[in-house]
Each structure stands twice: as C-alpha cells, then as structure tokens.
C-alpha cells in the first residue's frame, strides 16, 4: 500500500495541481486545483479514483481558481489553506482582476487547517505543517510513507517562493524552509506550486536561497 500522485498542470502559470491517492482504496484528494476543471475531471475520471475533499495550500488564484466548481461537481469538501490567508481569499474577486484571470468569487473553506493536523487519504495520512512566508497562511502536506511532500509556493527547484506579496515576508520563509521542511529528511521528493520535482536534499545543496552552504568561487 502507498501513497501515489498525479500532476496536471493549469491555469497559464502552470501551476502543479497534484491529485494524490491512496493505492488500495482509490480515495483521493486534490491538491491546489488552480483551474481547468475539465482537465482535472478528466484525469480523475481515467484514474477511477474517488475524490473525498480538496485541500488548499494557500490562497493565491492560481492555486485556488478552480475550487468552487470542482468541489460542487464533485461534491466534495474544501479543506485548508491556514486561516491567516482569508483575506487572499475573500480578495479573488480583484486578484482575478489583477492577473486577468475569469473572474472567481470569494469563498471560505469548509475547514481550516492548523499545523499538526492530518488529512487522511484512504489508508494514508497527509500531515499538514504551517510554512508561513509567500503568504501568512500558507500550508504544506507531507506524507511520511512515501517520503512526498507537496509544498505549494514555499520551495522550488532552484529557487523559492515570492515574498513581495501582501504580508509576505523574505525571513518568514527561509524560517519556514529550514526550520520546518528540511526536518522532514533529505531524501523527501518535494512537487512544488510551479516547476520540476526535487528533493530537500538537493536543495539543501545547491538552491542558492537556501543551501545549508554554499562554496565560494
């Protein structure tokens, strides 16, 4: 039994929404379905898998624009990100301005998430850690099993999240990367919101953010 992942790509950032399963039961959960419904349903559809909520790591449109009308379609409940990123999204009617996106109305999710929570996944558990920086209430998801972790916008291959955002902060999220991701191991594979896989360990050594040190030339 594992836990097993699919990555569909949306909106015009590309940004990695990951259906997440569990192997024996086929429960699965959405993870950042940012837009393209259609996509999603689809892939949902060709993996037989039973969708039981969809979980957000944080407010941004590109992460979030596509929620309202999955969850109706799927009739599902909507779970994350932190509370301190409400104000994201009780603004996605102007973020949809700014970015020139269809426009999505403002939403709450029908749980909020706290560090130290679980979301089970069928037989298996998505323990959720609170990674402020991008946004104050941003959230990752790490499965201990698999060694995954999904991480929205805090890290990326090569680089890290944006923090010129409303209440976004630089050492907020450095904290957050060091203090909270790299503990979870080495050898943990990371998908982040945008961009390839990597692990913390490569980062560690070569991400010039945050390399535990980096050579000088």
């Not at 086929?26 to 892939?43: E, T």
């Not at 929205?152 to 990367?177: A, C, E």
Request: proline share 7%; aromatic share 8%.
């Amino acid at each position: 039994m594992s836990l097993q992942f699919e990555i569909v790509p949306v909106t015009p950032y590309q940004q990695n929404c990951s259906i997440v399963w569990c192997d024996e039961t086929k429960a699965a959960v959405v993870v950042d379905p940012g837009g393209d419904v259609h996509l999603l349903k689809a892939k949902i559809a060709e993996l037989g898998l039973n969708v039981v909520k969809l979980v957000l790591t944080h407010g941004h449109l590109d992460h979030v624009g596509g929620t309202t009308a999955l969850a109706a379609d799927l009739g599902v409940p909507v779970w994350g990100p932190h509370k301190e990123d409400a104000f994201w999204l009780q603004g996605l009617a102007r973020q949809s301005e700014m970015f020139g996106f269809p426009l999505t109305e403002a939403f709450d999710p029908d749980r909020w998430l706290d560090e130290g929570d679980d979301i089970p996944v069928g037989n298996q558990v998505l323990h959720v850690l609170h990674t402020p920086g991008h946004t104050p209430g941003h959230v990752i998801l790490h499965n201990t099993d698999a060694k995954i972790a999904f991480v929205g916008d805090v890290l990326f291959n090569g680089g890290i999240g944006r923090t010129d955002f409303p209440k976004g902060d630089y050492q907020t999220l450095i904290n957050s990367i060091k203090g909270k991701l790299w503990p979870l191991g080495n050898d943990v594979t990371f998908v982040p919101g945008h961009g390839p896989l990597s692990t913390f360990g490569n980062e560690r050594a070569s991400n010039p953010f945050v390399a535990d040190e980096m050579p000088l030339y």
